[in-house]
């Protein structure tokens, strides 16, 4: 049995005092106990308390009843809210007929006035550990392993919440993408556990950073992404350069050398009120922004501008227009081959390598790495 303690209450609502008195009786040796004497009291407890596991409610109160009561919670913005256990509390008077209707409404259970101890005990526990245990799960599955940020799948379900809410309430709102300068030189030249502990070391400023309410995530191999709920594009900019000037400042040493860290970092703050704008939009423009930061390279901050995504005009009198070949990002092949069975084709991996190639050589020449053959050898055959 999963330990019980008082991150855990218990909100009993009923009208009558003397069933609530019963039920805080039984309940408060485990628990702690908070009353409610209709379902209008009772929302508003669970609007400001977020410690609240289980309710136990009574169908016929007066102000709100049961029935509403039921309904409000399951249709809360809030989806923890909504997903809490209610227990409804019912007499000898409620007919199959109406526990079939709170059924139909989301009621988790049920129990029987007058209730005995160990039923009411019984009851609370269960359902207490068993949405407890649903939470832990869904925490470890929307949580990046290295970084204990929010994975991308999941920072999409709480952006496009945060979206919906800023429409409904006219409020503003910042999406911030960052990238590490330079990551993919340091992951070929340093190897994957150097790399994984600059990654946890800047998801842990990103983090620390952040207001209460901001979300942050893990998109890629070194891409975050910071939604900044009720931020305008001033206060974005603020709280961004303190959390980039506070990575600037790293200095991780790595047997001889130095490396200096610094994020590359694109922002949109779009005005929601006049743009009908989505979340995927939205990221699309802070993913454009960061694009020219990463050309501008050096840890540079750039603002979204609605002209960045004008279509470019067509060039006059072309005869024929030659297919380019797509530029190579090793970022994008790291970020590949990163994942569980990844894998490029050959032509990618060439391409790779030709990137590539004039680092080791780089790095064979400064630190005598004894790679000259080696790299003379691949210019040979990818040439």
Same mark, same amino acid.
């Given at each position: 049995?999963?330990?019980?303690?008082?991150?855990?209450?218990?909100?009993?609502?009923?009208?009558?005092?003397?069933?609530?008195?019963?039920?805080?009786?039984?309940?408060?040796?485990?628990?702690?106990? #908070?009353?409610?004497?209709?379902?209008?009291? %009772?929302?508003?407890?669970?609007?400001?308390?977020?410690?609240?596991?289980?309710?136990?409610?009574?169908?016929?109160?007066?102000?709100?009843?049961?029935?509403?009561?039921?309904?409000?919670?399951?249709?809360?913005?809030?989806?923890?809210?909504? +997903?809490?256990?209610?227990?409804?509390?019912?007499?000898?008077?409620?007919?199959?007929?109406? +526990?079939?209707?709170?059924?139909?409404?989301?009621?988790?259970?049920?129990?029987?006035?007058?209730?005995?101890? *160990?039923?009411?005990?019984?009851?609370?526990?269960?359902?207490?550990?068993?949405?407890?245990?649903?939470?832990?799960?869904?925490?470890? %599955?929307?949580?990046?392993?290295?970084?204990?940020?929010?994975?991308?799948?999941?920072?999409?379900?709480?952006?496009?919440?945060?979206?919906?809410?800023?429409?409904?309430?006219?409020?503003?709102?910042?999406?911030?993408?960052?990238?590490?300068?330079?990551?993919?030189?340091?992951?070929?030249?340093?190897? +994957?556990?150097?790399?994984?502990?600059?990654?946890?070391?800047?998801?842990?400023?990103?983090?620390?950073?952040?207001?209460?309410?901001?979300?942050?995530?893990?998109?890629?191999?070194?891409?975050?992404?910071?939604?900044?709920?009720?931020?305008?594009?001033?206060?974005?900019?603020?709280?961004?350069?303190?959390?980039?000037?506070?990575?600037?400042?790293?200095?991780?040493?790595?047997?001889?050398? #130095?490396?200096?860290?610094?994020?590359?970092?694109?922002?949109?703050?779009?005005?929601?009120?006049?743009?009908?704008?989505?979340?995927?939009?939205?990221?699309?423009?802070?993913?454009?922004?960061?694009?020219?930061?990463?050309?501008?390279?050096?840890?540079?901050?750039?603002?979204?501008?609605?002209?960045?995504?004008?279509?470019?005009?067509?060039?006059?009198?072309? +005869?024929?227009?030659?297919?380019?070949?797509?530029?190579?990002?090793?970022?994008?092949?790291?970020?590949?081959?990163?994942?569980?069975?990844?894998?490029?084709?050959?032509?990618?991996?060439?391409? %790779?390598?030709?990137?590539?190639?004039?680092?080791?050589?780089?790095?064979?020449?400064?630190?005598?790495?004894?790679?000259?053959?080696? *790299?003379?050898?691949?210019?040979?055959?990818?040439?």
């Amino acid at each position: 049995m999963a330990e019980i303690n008082n991150e855990n209450q218990v909100l009993v609502v009923d009208d009558s005092r003397v069933i609530r008195r019963a039920a805080v009786k039984i309940l408060q040796k485990e628990f702690d106990v #908070v009353e409610a004497e209709d379902g209008e009291e %009772a929302w508003s407890e669970l609007q400001k308390n977020k410690k609240i596991s289980v309710v136990f409610s009574d169908l016929g109160m007066p102000n709100m009843d049961g029935f509403e009561l039921l309904e409000k919670i399951r249709n809360a913005e809030d989806p923890v809210l909504a +997903k809490v256990p209610i227990i409804i509390i019912t007499g000898a008077e409620e007919s199959d007929g109406t +526990k079939e209707e709170v059924i139909q409404l989301g009621a988790t259970d049920f129990i029987s006035k007058p209730f005995d101890s *160990v039923s009411l005990k019984s009851r609370a526990i269960a359902h207490i550990n068993y949405r407890n245990e649903v939470r832990s799960l869904e925490k470890a %599955a929307a949580r990046d392993k290295l970084t204990g940020l929010s994975t991308e799948a999941t920072f999409k379900q709480q952006g496009e919440q945060a979206m919906a809410y800023a429409k409904r309430h006219s409020t503003q709102m910042s999406l911030v993408r960052f990238d590490i300068d330079r990551f993919a030189e340091v992951f070929v030249k340093h190897g +994957k556990e150097i790399a994984e502990q600059i990654l946890k070391k800047v998801a842990s400023i990103i983090n620390e950073g952040k207001r209460t309410e901001d979300i942050a995530a893990r998109l890629g191999v070194s891409r975050f992404a910071l939604l900044l709920p009720s931020s305008d594009a001033e206060g974005a900019k603020i709280l961004v350069s303190r959390i980039c000037q506070r990575v600037a400042r790293l200095k991780l040493k790595m047997g001889k050398d #130095v490396f200096n860290i610094q994020f590359n970092t694109g922002i949109t703050s779009p005005n929601i009120d006049v743009e009908n704008i989505e979340f995927e939009s939205l990221q699309m423009q802070a993913e454009s922004a960061l694009k020219k930061s990463l050309t501008a390279g050096g840890g540079n901050i750039v603002c979204y501008k609605s002209s960045d995504s004008a279509p470019a005009k067509k060039q006059k009198n072309r +005869k024929v227009q030659k297919k380019e070949k797509p530029d190579i990002n090793l970022e994008d092949i790291l970020i590949k081959l990163s994942k569980e069975n990844g894998s490029i084709n050959k032509q990618q991996l060439s391409a %790779a390598m030709k990137k590539v190639l004039p680092l080791i050589a780089q790095a064979d020449n400064q630190l005598n790495l004894g790679l000259g053959k080696v *790299v003379s050898h691949l210019e040979k055959r990818l040439n």
